[in-house]
Every structure is written in C-alpha cells, then in structure tokens.
C-alpha cells in the first residue's frame, strides 16, 4: 500500500508539473495573440471571453505572476480551458470532450490488444531462442523502426478504395449520427479497423523485442532451472516460472513507453482523419490555437499519468515485493 | 512511432537493482573487447548502413541530380531513367529530395541525440552516485519527464516557436527526451558504486570527479552508447513528425517534408506511390541500422543475450538435438571413455610409461 | 554396498567444436544406497557441471559428449538416465533425483508463494493427488525442517536466507528422492546456520534412507558430513576415498593441499600450506597430469601422460582409488 501510495504522490506532482509547464507555455507566445484574436472575432467576443484569454495568456499585466497563476488554477478547476479560436465560440472542454472518446478507445485497446500479442510472442520467441523464431528479429525490428503514420499512409494505399471494405478516412459513416445504436456501432468499428491494424502492426514488435529479450535474461535464472529439475512441464516452466517473471519488467516499460505510443498514435488519426485529439490537434496547430493546444496537451498528459497508474496496480497485484511484508 | 525500450540495458528489474550492469572490472579486456564488437554481425551492418547515410548526410546536397525545389514540367511521374523516385506535383525529382533530406535528418537526429546524452549522463550520474536528497529530486525530475508525453509536448512548443530552425529543433528534442536515458544510467550507476573497487576508491578518499571520471564513466560506456543510438532513432522520428504535420517547413527538405506535401497534394489518391514510399523506407532503414547497432551493444554488454549460435548438433548415432534450457543435449552416451589414457603401472627400474594417446 | 547411481566416463563440455571447453572429462563415480558422498574441489574444477549434468539440466552452451548414469531404482532394473526420452526424464527428476542448489536465494520463483512451489511439483509427478493432501504433504514439509505451517503462505522475499534453504530442501524431499544433489547448498550463510542445517539434513537421512551428493569447496564441512569423499580437479576425479581416509591419509598432493588451506577441526593442526598456483584454464589444459605445473611432487612421466584413476597399492586394502603417477594403480575404477 505505501509503494501504491508513493506512486499516487508522484503522479499527483507530474501532474501539477504539467499543468504549471502549460501555464508556462503560452506566456512563451510572441507578440499579443489575444489582440490579433479580438481583431478576428471583432465584435464577437464577450468581455468576459477576453478576460478569460488574457488570463490564459498571461497578458492582463496588472497582475503578478504569482496572481496569474492562482487564477489560472482556479479556472483550472471550473473545468475552464478558455475558448477555442478553430472552432470558436467553443469552449475547449467541448471540442476535447468530443474528441478524447475516440481516441481513448481506439488507442487505448489497440494498445493494450498489442502489448498482449507481442508479449505473447515474445514469450514464444524467447523460450524458444535459436529457433527459427529469431529469424523474425529483423522482420521485427524493421517494422518497429517504421514511423506510425507511413504504415497508415501504405495501409490506406494498398487497403482503401471505393470498393474495399475498410474506409480511408474518418470515424464513422458521415450519414450517420453518433449514437449508441445498431448503425452507428458497427460504421464506427469498421472505419476503426485500418487505423487499428496500422497501430498495432508498427507497435507490436516493440513488445516482441523487449519480451524475448527479457524471457531470454530470465531464462538463465537458478528458479527456472529448479523448475525444470522438479519435473515440471514445459509449458508450466515457461508461462508460470520464466514468463511470469519477464512480464514485469515488460509491465514497467509499458507504462513509460505509453508516452511515446500516444505520439505515434496521434499521427496515425491525423493520416485517417480519425475525429480524435490527433485530429484537431492538427487542426489548432493550423489554426494557432493555442487554448485548443493547451488543453489537449494537457488531457494527454492526464491520460498517460492515468494509464501509467493503472500499469502500477497491475504491477502491484503481479508483483509480491511490492506489496506491504507481512 | 515509439521508443519502446527493448534493451536490456534500458530494463531496471525492480528488487534486483540493475540488471545487466556492464563488467568492467577489468579494463585490460576492454579493448580486446571493443575489437570483439565489431565481430558481432548486427553491430558490423548497423555500422555499414549507418556509415552510407552519414556519407549521404555529408555529400547529399552536392550529388542531386536537379534542384530538390526546382520544378518541372514532368509532373506526378513515376520512376523513370531521369528521375529515380518520381517526380512531385511540381516536377520536382523526389529523388533529389531524398538525397538532399538527408543532411537535416542525420544532423537532428545525432545532434539532439547528443544534446540528451550529455543532460543524462549529468543528470542520472549525479543523482546515483550522490544518492540521498539531491538522487531524490534529480530522480523526481527525470520521471516527470518520462511521464510526460514528450512528443505533443515538443509539437506545441516548436508550433509557437514559429519557423523553427532544424538547430532549434535538435535543442527541443534533446532537451525533452534524456529522461529514459538519464534513470537507466543511475539505476547502473547505484549498481556500480557498491562494487568493491568503487567503494575501495572512496575509502581511499580519492577524489568525486577521479573516481566518477576513471572509474564510472568508463564502465558506463556501452549503456551511454546504448542511450545515444535509442535518443538517435527517437530524434529522427520526432522531426520526421513535426515535418510531416508542416510545422517546421521552414527548415528546407527532410524526409519528413516529403510525406508533408505528398500527404497535403494527395498523393495517394493521385496513385504516387513513389512520392511517399522512398522517404518512409529511408526512416525505416536508418532506424533498423540504429536499432541493430543497439541490439549488438545489448548483447555485448549481456552475454545472456548473445545469439546462441549454431543450436542444432549432431549425435554420433547420426541425429540431430538441439541445444535448449532445460534438457542438455546428449551427443552420445557409450560409457566409452574421451581421453584413451589406460592404467600404466609405473616400473621403479625407469621405464618410461606410454599411454596409447594423451589428452588435450 | 548397493549402487544407486553410477557414473561412467561421463563428459560434458560447453560450447562446440573448437571453442568448446572440456569441464567434466571421463568421470567415474558410483554413489551408493544410503551414504553421503562429498564432492570437493576447487571453484571452476567442474562440480557443478558434474552435478547438472547428470540430469541433463545444464543450460546451453552446455553438452554431454559421453558417458553413462546408470540408475539403480529400489525394486526394478538400472537404466541409463541418460538414455531417457525428455518424458520420461521429466519423471524421473525430482521423485528420483532432487537437487538442492548453489545460491538458493534465487531459487524460488520470487513471484509465487512457497506453498505453490512445493504444491506445483506434487502435481506434476501425481495429477491425481487432492489439493487437500497436496497442501497437507506441503505443511508436512515444512515441518520437516523447521518451518512453521504458516509460512505456506509467504513469499520468499520474506523469508530469510536460512528459511529458503530450509524451504528447498523440504522442496528436495517432497517426493522422496532416493538421491539428493546438494551443491553449495550453504554456501550463502553463516558458519552456525550452515552446520545446523547440514546436521538437520543428515539427521533426516538417516530417518528416510536416501543417499547425497554433497558437493562444496570447504573439506572441513565434508569431512565432518560425508562417508566418502571425492576430490575433483580440472574436470577429473583425481581421488576417492572414505572420509577419514582422506583426512588422515590423502595420497594425491591436490588432495592434501586442499586439506592444508583448511584449518582442521579436530585433532593437531597441520601445516597451512596452501596450494601455490591457481586452477587451470580449461580451454588451455596441460598436457599428461593437469596438476602438475602446480604439483610440489611433479616428476618424469606427469607432464607427459595422463594418470588414470585406479586402486592404489595400498598396505590396508581401503576401498579408494587416486589418479597419480606417484601411486601405481593396478586396474581402472569403472
Ligand atoms: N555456461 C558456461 N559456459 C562456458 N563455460 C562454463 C559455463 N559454466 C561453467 N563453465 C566452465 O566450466 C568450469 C566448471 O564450472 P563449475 O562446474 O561451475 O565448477 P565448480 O562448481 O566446481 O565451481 C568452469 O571453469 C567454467 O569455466
Ligand atoms: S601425477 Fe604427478 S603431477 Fe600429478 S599429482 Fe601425481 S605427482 Fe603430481
Ligand atoms: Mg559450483
């Protein structure tokens, strides 16, 4: 429980380090991009607006850094991410809410389908080292060193068109209405497929590498041969004794890796113009919206520190030295 | 796009402290050993692949065949004698812009790559071997930063950054990526200083930056090398992706450039498949070089990992066994003895004994 | 006295062809019914590899290129273990032969409880068994050794150096092995819980009648715990004796080198004179008797030819055999 306690601690600070790195970064703007905003939406803006943009962007110069900072927490905690430009007059929280379903499920299964088949695979390659499995590394490797959004570009190449069943761009059939029904489901899980595959392929041998590889040290530990002196069969010595084991270093990884993923995954919604936070990710930085910016930055960062804890807890449960003695 | 670690290096086993730690206790085998690694085949053609690229980063520019900006009247062609890679939408030769590419890719790539090594071996050797408070905020630090996800971190900061040089560029990366790097070197570096030579040292009151400098550093060597070629292979995937979303175009061609235009000219819908594919393949075969180059210090570094060579034998009865964990293979078992020596009763008069054949 | 496992001309080396270094070479040793014997040593002479590889247990680069192990089971025919299908071996170890190993710190699982671990291999040599006399047999265990029941559910990161080796050779026991492998088994511990140990382990042996091979680098632990003792060196058994027999009488001067870099127990203190030199690099062997660059008794023939392991001409008739030119044997053991 202290270890889990520990950890929550920690995420607690990365998280506020986040949000005060987010603070920071608009202040870092040239010039008065609040002005030029005013001058676009001329008229349109509320006074209030304004105010909520200055604060946001640090330029309402009568008050103190340290004022400023306390003020953005506390539109912080109204949920308030200020408006976006792209889609003005929305307030950021919409657009994200909007988008981050989307790409929550689609990254967040593939990912978590991917990390089991590679570690699957790479418990198989490393048990069975010097097999013809290894003659996979470079096949691995090489589809490991091949950047997220290229794969998706060949997969829409080779794989789209107007007869095939997979479709080269969006989230769901734009005849329809997002809702919870027998139509729109099924439209939103095909057009999710080619994204999906595109993550999973380029990731999946990540997870190959690093399982073999961990199976492979672990392998040579003294309790895998006990194992194997007690007579135990061969699956059992390999998934209970020696995968067991390897798995936690692997779980580790997948936590901080998980940062890196979502990177990679962003550009693979921007190449299938997948509605999630990649998507208009692209579009703010088109637009120079930095509101919009912000805040799916900071809603990433929030989700990687989520996952990184659910990774933790797994860890927790599969892991006994973690745990309080006793 | 991702930097998962699949080094072993890079894998801190929690209760064990660092796995793998390099054994340098003997620095007279270093060399011998440094000769060896170029032994390793991955290592050789990692290096070879990596070699043809540097040369290109070098000469690129110079051998285009045409003006990687000048335009044409060839527009979307395919392959051909003239233009190796196509043409764009402009005319101008893919080819040329590949090669020309090049110099920016390898220039962010290793210099961001630097940039992060230096910060984590600072950063991750100070707070190992220092340990106590300064190893605990130093610790804090650099797991905020892997935590947080540095790729759209980079995205905004260089999008406000406005027309960012590729100098620029290689700063950002490299100042947001040294964290993974910078907690492998000091779980390796709380390893090594409680060896017995390091401790020997310190006892003899030796001085911080003697020991750290002769004494650490070189037993660090292959893990910061290790570092250096994964921050590489991650550097040049981040500015592929921040040229490839268009916010760096001010920074002439890269291979992410490409992808930039041929995405935003719908190339795919044109069928050019020449546009995209050769910038893609050029990524993935400079990360494969790199990733090998890391494979072969992996296994150098833990011989757990070296390729387990020829695993099938012969039996003398003519069969095959392979080598496994678990079940040693048996090549024969007649209870005939190896080393033919016999029982030769020695004569106190002084004849010399013979044995029908001496073992080595 | 009865065998229960013979070793004949058994070699294993590690790695192939050229590169391949000879670490047990033509070793000839029977174990019998009910005794301990002891197993000494320098490190790297290749006890280890002898013990391993009798079950085909080592890892690779690790192979048998010769021999025999011949089992000798209580009621029915020997066979050659090593002969044995990878079933049917599977079979054989652990209810046949146990192993109690170097280092036991890493030899539990760290990730599953002790209970499990004892329970894991009641199940695969007896899928009939009820978990409920699994875990009874486990308890029993444990008991066995000195372990309170409640430890079942503990995990080995909290238990004590001691406790885990307790665990494992409760672990060793469990189905009634007629042979146990210990190799270095207390290597790790202090000097009163490996005697306690020890003292435990043979007090169990004589209650269930199986037989040991001790394997360690200290003869003053073998001398005090085993009946026979064997000494290896370079890969081969270079002498073999009972206990005392070594103690008072070693003939090879590997032997009573050994002895002397021991302080002994009992009895007048005898020379520490060590043995100059270091062990040799098994893949640059010397040539005729690989003792004698450092041999203080080196002469004619020892560079040249290698000596067999025999039975000495000896005034008492000992049941014991050397392998040194300085003592002329008349036949070849095995
Ligand atoms: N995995 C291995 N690869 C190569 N050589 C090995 C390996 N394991 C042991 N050896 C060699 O075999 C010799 C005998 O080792 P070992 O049986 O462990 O000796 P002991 O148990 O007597 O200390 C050692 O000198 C060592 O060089
Ligand atoms: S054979 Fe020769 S070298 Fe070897 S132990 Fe005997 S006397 Fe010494
Ligand atoms: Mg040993």
């Known amino acids: 429980m202290k270890y889990f306690l520990q950890r929550i601690a920690f995420y607690l600070f990365t998280a506020w380090a986040a949000i005060t790195l987010n603070f920071f970064i608009p202040r870092l703007v040239p010039g008065d991009p609040v002005q030029s905003l005013i001058a676009k939406f001329r008229g349109q803006l509320s006074t209030e607006a304004i105010n909520s943009l200055y604060v946001l962007f640090g330029l309402d110069d009568d008050k103190g850094l340290w004022a400023q900072y306390i003020d953005y927490w506390k539109q912080l905690f109204q949920g308030d991410l200020g408006l976006s430009f792209t889609f003005f007059p929305s307030p950021v929280s919409e657009i994200i809410g909007d988008a981050l379903p989307w790409t929550v499920t689609l990254v967040g299964i593939t990912t978590v389908i991917s990390f089991l088949i590679g570690t699957g695979l790479g418990v198989f390659a490393g048990w069975r080292r010097g097999s013809w499995t290894d003659g996979l590394l470079p096949v691995t490797t090489f589809f490991s060193s091949v950047p997220y959004f290229w794969l998706g570009i060949i997969a829409i190449y080779l794989l789209t068109g107007p007869d095939s069943f997979f479709p080269s761009s969006g989230g769901f059939d734009s005849a329809l209405v997002p809702a919870w029904d027998q139509y729109f489901i099924p439209s939103a899980i095909q057009h999710s497929l080619l994204p999906a595959l595109t993550i999973l392929i380029s990731s999946v041998s990540g997870w190959i590498l690093s399982m073999r590889n961990m199976m492979v040290t672990v392998s040579s530990e003294d309790y895998i041969t006990v194992a194997h002196a007690k007579g135990l069969s061969e699956r059992r010595v390999a998934v209970s004794y020696a995968a067991r084991n390897a798995l936690l270093p692997n779980i580790s990884g997948f936590a901080l890796s998980l940062g890196f993923i979502v990177g990679g995954t962003l550009l693979v919604e921007i190449v299938f113009s997948y509605p999630g936070l990649g998507f208009i990710l692209l579009q703010a930085l088109g637009a120079k919206d930095y509101p919009l910016m912000q805040g799916i930055f900071l809603v990433i960062t929030i989700s990687v520190l989520v996952a990184n804890l659910l990774a933790d807890l797994a860890y927790l449960l599969l892991d006994p030295r973690t745990r309080k003695e006793g | 796009m991702t930097t998962i670690p699949t080094s072993s290096t890079a894998q801190v086993i929690p209760g064990q402290g660092a796995m793998a730690a390099p054994d340098g206790a003997k620095p007279a085998k270093a060399k011998r050993q440094r000769f060896l690694f170029l032994k390793n085949k991955k290592a050789l053609f990692g290096l070879i692949i990596l070699g043809l690229y540097v040369l290109f980063a070098i000469i690129g520019p110079w051998i285009t065949p045409y003006d990687p900006d000048a335009r044409s009247n060839d527009l979307i062609q395919p392959p051909s004698a003239d233009h190796w890679f196509g043409t764009t939408h402009l005319g101008q030769d893919v080819f040329s812009q590949v090669l020309d590419g090049t110099r920016p890719v390898v220039f962010v790539g290793f210099l961001a790559g630097a940039i992060a090594t230096v910060l984590s071996v600072i950063i991750g050797i100070t707070a190992g071997y220092l340990g106590g408070k300064t190893d605990d905020a130093l610790s804090a630090l650099s797991n905020v930063f892997l935590v947080i996800p540095a790729v759209p971190l980079m995205i905004i900061i260089t999008s406000i950054l406005d027309s960012a040089s590729n100098l620029l560029i290689a700063l950002i990366i490299g100042l947001t990526s040294w964290s993974w790097n910078a907690r492998v070197l000091r779980a390796q570096t709380l390893s090594l200083r409680r060896r017995d030579y390091i401790e020997a040292s310190r006892a003899t009151g030796e001085k911080t930056w003697r020991i750290v400098g002769f004494e650490l550093l070189p037993n660090l060597t292959a893990v910061i090398a290790s570092g250096f070629i994964g921050t590489v292979i991650f550097a040049v995937l981040s500015l592929i992706t921040l040229a490839f979303i268009g916010i760096v175009s001010a920074a002439g061609w890269n291979w992410g450039t490409i992808l930039f235009w041929a995405q935003g000219q719908q190339a795919l819908a044109q069928g050019a498949w020449w546009w995209f594919v050769p910038a893609g393949l050029a990524i993935a075969f400079l990360g494969t070089a790199l990733s090998l180059i890391n494979f072969a210090i992996d296994e150098f570094v833990s011989p757990r990992l070296r390729s387990a060579g020829k695993t099938k034998l012969k039996t003398a009865s003519g069969g095959t066994v392979r080598m496994r964990i678990g079940f040693t293979p048996v090549l024969s078992n007649s209870a005939e003895p190896h080393t033919q020596a016999r029982a030769i009763p020695i004569n106190t008069d002084g004849a010399t004994p013979v044995a029908r054949k001496v073992g080595k | ?334």
């Not at chain 3, 080396?13 to 174990?31: C, I, M, P, Q």
């Not at chain 3, 085909?56 to 044995?84: C, F, M, N, Q, W």
């Open chain 3, 1 to 334: 006295m009865e065998p229960v496992l013979e070793i004949r001309n058994l070699n294993v080396e590690y790695g192939l062809g050229d590169k391949a270094v000879r670490a047990v070479r033509d070793v000839n040793l029977t174990l019998h019914r009910g005794e301990v014997l002891g197993l000494a040593g320098e490190s790297g002479s290749g006890k280890s590899t002898l013990a391993y590889g009798l079950t085909r247990l080592l890892a690779p680069p690790g192979v048998i290129t010769g021999g025999e192990v011949i089992y000798h089971p209580e009621k029915s025919d020997p066979y050659d273990v090593l002969g044995l299908s990878d079933k049917a071996l599977r079979a054989f170890r652990w209810a046949e032969t146990a192993i109690v190993f170097q280092g036991a710190m890493n030899s539990l699982n760290p990730v599953h409880k002790i209970s499990t671990q004892l329970t894991d291999v009641l199940k695969a040599h007896d899928p009939k068994m009820s978990e409920h006399s699994r875990n009874a047999r486990a308890r029993e265990m444990l008991k066995l050794v000195g372990i309170a029941a409640d430890r079942m559910d503990a995990y080995p990161h909290q238990l004590s150096g001691g406790m885990r080796q307790r665990v494992m050779i409760g672990m060793a026991l469990i189905l009634q092995p007629q042979v146990v492998i210990m190799d270095e088994p207390t290597t790790a511990l202090d000097v009163v819980m490996q005697r306690q140990i020890l003292g435990q382990l043979i007090e169990l042996r004589e209650r269930l009648g199986f037989s040991v091979i001790f394997i360690t680098h200290d003869l003053s632990l073998l001398v005090e715990f085993s009946n026979r003792i064997a000494i290896m060196y370079g890969g081969r058994i270079v002498e073999e004796a009972p206990a005392n027999t070594i103690y008072r009488d070693a003939l090879h001067p590997y032997s009573k080198g050994l002895l002397s870099s021991f302080p002994a127990l009992r009895g007048p203190r005898r020379e520490l004179a060590g043995i100059p030199g270091s062990p040799p690099d098994l893949a640059g062997m010397p040539s005729g008797c690989s003792f004698h660059p450092r041999c203080p008794k080196a002469f004619e023939p020892c560079s040249t030819h290698i000596p067999v392991l025999g039975r000495p001409d000896s005034p008492d008739g000992a049941a014991r055999s050397v392998a040194c030119w300085l003592h002329p044997t008349e036949q070849p053991v095995g």
